[in-house]
């Protein structure tokens, strides 16, 4: 008797030590199937989709940004509001823009200088957009009012400044 419970333990060792490995490489042959019927998203930005630009200009984030506004800062809401509806309109300028001087191969050269320019102050910007970012995510993780109150102005202002920049480079693009 000592000797088939000694046999059925080992047994039941031997196929728990092997049920994971099964499980697993059951699971990855039917993920790499299911993988292969999945469209890339726009954050993939394959076949150059068309891309988010800055603050995640979705019809969600202007929704989350503007009633934020309405509830902290009631004064600003149409600072808001406005704000949105340029980047739209310099956003679609822009792509415009783009896609009837894609062929131009001085075009493409003034891209090409105007990312090398200014790679100093482009990184300096981008670590201010950055901290302003992470205040504001820490403000309303912590649900505090005042802390939110506090950076909401400073992100409409990061707004307004991106929406600056987008005219500044519209207007290079048009010359």
Same mark, same amino acid.
């Given at each position: 008797?000592?000797? #088939?419970? =000694? ?5 039941i +060792?031997?196929v ?5 490995g ?6 990855h042959?039917?993920l790499?199937?299911s993988?292969d019927s999945?469209?890339?998203?726009? $954050?993939d930005?394959?076949d150059?989709?068309k !891309?988010?630009h800055g603050?995640?200009?979705?019809a969600?984030?202007k929704?989350?940004?503007t +009633?934020?506004?309405?509830k902290y ?6 600072? #808001?509001?406005a704000?949105f509806? @340029? *980047?739209? $309109?310099?956003?679609? /300028?822009l @792509?415009?823009? *783009?896609?009837?001087?894609? %062929?131009?191969p001085k @075009?493409?050269?003034? %891209? /090409?200088?105007?990312k090398?320019d200014?790679?100093?102050? =482009? =990184?300096? $910007?981008? /670590?201010q957009y950055?901290q302003? *970012?992470e &205040?504001?995510?820490?403000?309303i &993780?912590?649900? %505090?009012a005042a !802390?939110?109150? &506090?950076?909401?102005?400073?992100? +409409? @202002?990061? +707004?307004?400044?991106?929406? &600056? *920049?987008?005219?500044q480079?519209?207007? /290079?693009k048009?010359?």
């Amino acid at each position: 008797m000592k000797h #088939w419970k =000694r046999g059925m333990v080992a047994a039941i +060792l031997g196929v728990s030590m092997a049920l994971p490995g099964v499980v697993q490489a059951a699971s990855h042959s039917a993920l790499s199937y299911s993988m292969d019927s999945v469209k890339p998203s726009h $954050r993939d930005h394959g076949d150059h989709a068309k !891309k988010f630009h800055g603050m995640h200009s979705g019809a969600h984030q202007k929704m989350y940004m503007t +009633l934020l506004a309405e509830k902290y800062t009631p004064n600003s809401v149409g600072e #808001w509001q406005a704000a949105f509806k @340029e *980047r739209e $309109r310099l956003m679609n /300028e822009l @792509e415009a823009a *783009r896609s009837a001087n894609s %062929d131009d191969p001085k @075009e493409k050269k003034m %891209d /090409e200088q105007g990312k090398n320019d200014d790679n100093d102050a =482009r =990184r300096a $910007r981008m /670590e201010q957009y950055k901290q302003t *970012r992470e &205040e504001f995510n820490a403000a309303i &993780e912590s649900g %505090d009012a005042a !802390k939110i109150k &506090e950076t909401l102005p400073k992100m +409409l @202002e990061q +707004l307004k400044s991106k929406n &600056e *920049r987008l005219a500044q480079k519209l207007k /290079e693009k048009k010359k």
